[in-house]
């Protein structure tokens, strides 16, 4: 009589793909896996179930102030476009910077010439501006800018702007993160327009300056928290102030001042709200309490102007 023959072992398959012969386990779930479910891991190889889970199990990472790290600064890259289209539109139609500029309240004649706002106006004459109800116009103006034959700028008038918003943007937004920063510069537009329609309602305003005011306020506030060296962010604050003095009697310093309030206020909320889950929603809070504020405000001096106690 012939020996038995030995027992064969049994054969070991993928278990995603089990007419797959396989002899690599997981190492984190001891599955078996095939050459095509296998990943690297720090030690072996792992599934790809696994390697889902390990992902959504990794803490995010996140900058002091709560923001995303992100790869570059989208943000500031868009405003810049949004910027400069903006611009070349109003070269294009030089009508734009009548209908979108900031202006708290007008008159339109009817030789369609553009006069200034008094609440009793003759027959013919149309209101235009915030107190019309054209309330794009707080942050359309900031879009905005002189056009290359007018004011004592002209160009250097965005050249300027965009060249502060390259360099510091790039800054704030890398510690903020997207959602932040945009919001930062969206309150310092807002509340440099809102101070231009409190001081100069019949003032007609362009230009990213108060938004950039901001932004630049929050450079400071973001450095100071960061520690970095007190010597040239209080430098930076001295020249940003002394721009503020100087261009007054050539630019919007209600605008300027607006933002730079608006923007400093935003900054010291992401930079000093308590860290843990809470985080985010007192700095969401923060920013929608002072747009709360803007807007009675805008709404409180629009009504006072149409009734004529402005």
């Keep these: 009589m012939e020996p038995d023959s030995p027992s064969e072992s049994a054969v070991t398959t993928c278990y995603r793909h089990p007419k797959v012969e396989s002899h690599v386990r997981c190492t984190r779930c001891d599955r078996y896996i095939c050459p095509d479910c296998m990943r690297e891991a720090a030690v072996g190889h792992q599934c790809v179930e696994c390697v889902r889970e390990g992902a ?49 309240a007008g008159l339109t004649g009817p030789d369609g010439g553009h006069y200034v706002w008094q609440d009793t106006y003759p027959a013919g004459f149309v209101p235009e501006g915030v107190v019309n109800g054209e309330w794009e116009r707080l942050l359309t103006g900031a879009f905005l800018h002189l056009p290359p034959t007018q004011g004592t700028f002209g160009i250097l008038h965005i050249v300027m702007n965009m060249v502060t918003l390259w360099n510091v943007g790039r800054v704030v937004e890398s510690q903020l993160g997207r959602s932040r920063y945009l919001a ?26 108060g938004a950039l005011f901001g932004v630049s306020a929050a450079y400071y506030v973001l450095a100071r928290r960061l520690g970095a060296d007190p010597g040239s962010v209080n430098r930076f604050m001295a020249g940003l102030l002394l721009w503020l003095v100087l261009s007054a009697a050539i630019t919007s310093w209600q605008g300027h001042l607006g933002g ?22 007192v700095q969401a809070g923060a920013c929608v309490a002072l747009l709360a504020v803007l807007v009675l405000l805008a709404v409180g001096m629009a009504s006072a102007l149409k009734n004529g106690t402005a």
């Design 260 to 281: 730079l309030l608006t923007g400093s206020a935003v900054a010291l909320a992401f930079a000093y709200a308590p860290r843990g889950d809470r985080r985010t929603l």
């Design 184 to 209: 930062l510069y969206g309150l310092s537009a807002l509340g440099g327009s809102v101070l231009v329609l409190l001081l100069a309602p019949t003032t007609s305003t362009v230009g990213a300056s």
């Design 56 to 104: 959504r199990s990794v803490r995010e990472a996140r900058t002091v102030f709560g923001g995303r790290i992100t790869t570059g600064p989208l943000v500031t890259y868009a405003l810049i476009a949004l910027n400069v289209l903006a611009y070349l539109a109003e070269v294009v139609r030089p009508e734009i910077l009548d209908r979108f500029s900031m202006l708290g």
